[in-house]
């Protein structure tokens, strides 16, 4: 049996009571025995809940005792700073033997495990694994040919063939798309972006490639996104930075003009390819009829070629900014929010602290920007009331962080994080990769959670350096999306695109009700058995935006180098 949404969040709170409560009620525990008896999948997350539960009970006194020794040892004369546990019954641990005892919990265990997977090569790419609620990440379809890689940016009288309705926002799979007139600006997710000019057709066949069958384009490829490569029916033509352009007769002849930085084309004619690099100014063309890559003049207009006018819409997107440069004086411990909405109203970050910690410092450092905040891990956080934003609303979220080397996995949580836990997607939260729980994907990693699923990152950050976080979540049902979170979710560190080490699939229904925690940073939000492996964040802090759209991969790269936001009209419109 596989469990539906809502069993989940049943599950999950009665795992919750029973770890935390002197005494469950008897209907409450008949329901969770029926639970485990009819699912593999709740039997495998009870046993590791309960697992947790025991590691962290048994560990405690030995943290407690480590850092009484390392406060001697450095000399420290604050106050042994102990996390914040919660308090055990040992009645619950009667109770929860007694449930394993009732549903034969062990045998039916050993009797519905699964063969050892294969190991994955450790020289090879990370998997892309679905996190099951079990012991480990468990194989699932690749999928790759139904994942978006791109959207429109900007139409210039653009009419599609076939009369295709492909509209500013669209967001586009691996596919081919067909210009009649006008022109269309592609943004790939590497942050390149191919501007068509009717007629053409071009071929998305990755974030970081495209096939121009025929018609002219010219690509703008940023730091960030050099290693875009366009294929011709003639060429193979890589971007090594960052102005290039085409032109691919019906006959595939193609022509190649670099426009600034350096090219390397290769000739697909034959079967001694030729290869060699282009300088500005330079133009190649490649024919079918011979490999040759012959010189020719540069062609009069090509070197007029502009981008198209960025997107301007008549409605403005907000966008909420903490620069951490000073706190409010007159507002000790409290933080200004300057971004833009159309109510004018403010949302300042104050320092709060966990109930029961002690020892707790937030303090103005130096930053990428003026000032940053430095958290020590110790309970303290900054609260604001700002609900968040709601649903499945597209959004982004930009932000300078510095994570010691030192971090101890529990102080992992969170940069940011709003929502109501308790409900299937209705919490967002950025934090990076502690495998507390399950050891998936690379440890010290960017991950954007919700309650249900999560992705991961492929790159530590735990190395004592600034580096730029951006978090793109781009909406969309799950029809939409093909129940694929892939498909919802871009992460950029310093601005190169982040591949997934490993994700769990769920639905993003983000919850600003009541229930609801408003906008924090440093706070980890999450169940009570689960939020107690994790203190507040240990790191440092500097320029957090949040959007109430979706930016683009150039948007977020001009905001990593001028720390410039894009105006609120010119943020695209997410459209699937």
């Not at 000739?267 to 490999?291: C, H, T």
Request: glycine share 8%.
């Amino acid at each position: 049996m596989t469990l539906d949404p809502q069993q989940i969040v049943q599950l999950d709170r009665l795992i919750a009571e029973l770890i935390d409560s002197e005494s469950t009620d008897s209907e409450k525990i008949d329901a969770l025995v029926k639970i485990l008896e009819e699912s593999p999948e709740a039997r495998d997350e009870y046993l590791e809940r309960m697992g947790l539960h025991a590691m962290l009970r048994e560990c405690k006194d030995d943290y407690l005792t480590a850092e009484t020794i390392l406060q001697a040892k450095g000399g420290a004369t604050s106050p042994s700073v102990a996390p914040v546990w919660w308090n055990r019954r040992e009645a619950a641990w009667a109770l929860a033997l007694s449930l394993l005892l009732a549903c034969g919990f062990f045998a039916i265990y050993l009797a519905s495990s699964k063969p050892p997977m294969a190991q994955q090569d450790p020289d090879g790419p990370p998997s892309e694994t679905v996190e099951p609620e079990g012991n480990g990440p468990a194989p699932q379809p690749d999928n790759s040919d139904k994942l978006f890689l791109a959207r429109i940016t900007q139409l210039k009288t653009a009419k599609w063939r076939d009369d295709e309705r492909l509209a500013i926002g669209r967001l586009l799979q691996a596919r081919k798309v067909e210009l009649e007139t006008g022109e269309a600006e592609i943004t790939f997710d590497s942050g390149a972006s191919v501007t068509l000019v009717g007629p053409a057709a071009l071929s998305l066949n990755s974030s970081s490639a495209a096939t121009l069958h025929y018609g002219k384009a010219w690509a703008n490829v940023p730091m960030p996104a050099i290693g875009f490569t366009i294929d011709t029916p003639t060429a193979e033509v890589e971007d090594l930075g960052t102005r290039f352009a085409l032109n691919v007769a019906e006959t595939g002849d193609s022509d190649i003009v670099v426009l600034e930085g350096e090219v390397r084309v290769g000739s697909r004619i034959g079967l001694d390819a030729k290869e060699q690099v282009l300088a500005v100014n330079q133009a190649v063309r490649v024919r079918m009829d011979e490999p040759e890559i012959t010189p020719i003049d540069l062609p009069q207009d090509w070197s007029q070629l502009v981008p198209l006018k960025s997107f301007t819409s008549k409605n403005s997107v907000p966008y909420y900014l903490w620069r951490f440069d000073d706190a409010d004086e007159q507002a000790l411990g409290t933080w200004a929010e300057e971004g833009w909405n159309p109510d004018q109203k403010t949302f300042p970050a104050t320092s709060e602290q966990e109930a029961d910690a002690s020892g707790g410092v937030i303090r103005s450092v130096a930053g990428v920007f003026g000032r940053a905040i430095w958290m020590n891990g110790r309970g303290d956080f900054l609260q604001t009331e700002l609900p968040g934003i709601a649903e499945d609303h597209p959004r982004t979220i930009c932000f300078w962080v510095r994570i010691p080397k030192n971090a101890l996995p529990e102080q992992a949580y969170s940069m940011i994080s709003w929502g109501d836990w308790s409900k299937l997607g209705g919490k967002f939260q950025v934090g990076w990769n502690a495998q507390q729980f399950v050891k998936a994907g690379v440890q010290g990693a960017i991950r954007t959670e919700i309650s249900g699923g999560y992705v991961i990152g492929s790159n530590d950050l735990r190395d004592g350096q600034w580096h730029h976080v951006a978090i793109v979540y781009l909406g969309g049902t799950e029809e939409e999306t093909q129940g694929d979170i892939r498909n919802r979710i871009r992460m950029y560190v310093d601005g190169l695109l982040e591949p997934f080490s490993a994700y769990r699939a769920g639905d993003v229904n983000t919850q600003i009700s009541h229930n609801g925690k408003q906008v924090s940073f440093g706070k980890y939000i999450a169940a009570p058995e689960s939020k107690s492996a994790f203190w507040t964040f240990h790191g440092s802090l500097d320029e957090m935006y949040l959007f109430d759209g979706a930016l683009t991969p150039s948007q977020i790269n001009g905001l990593r180098r001028t720390n410039s936001p894009p105006a609120p009209t010119e943020i695209v419109p997410v459209r699937h």
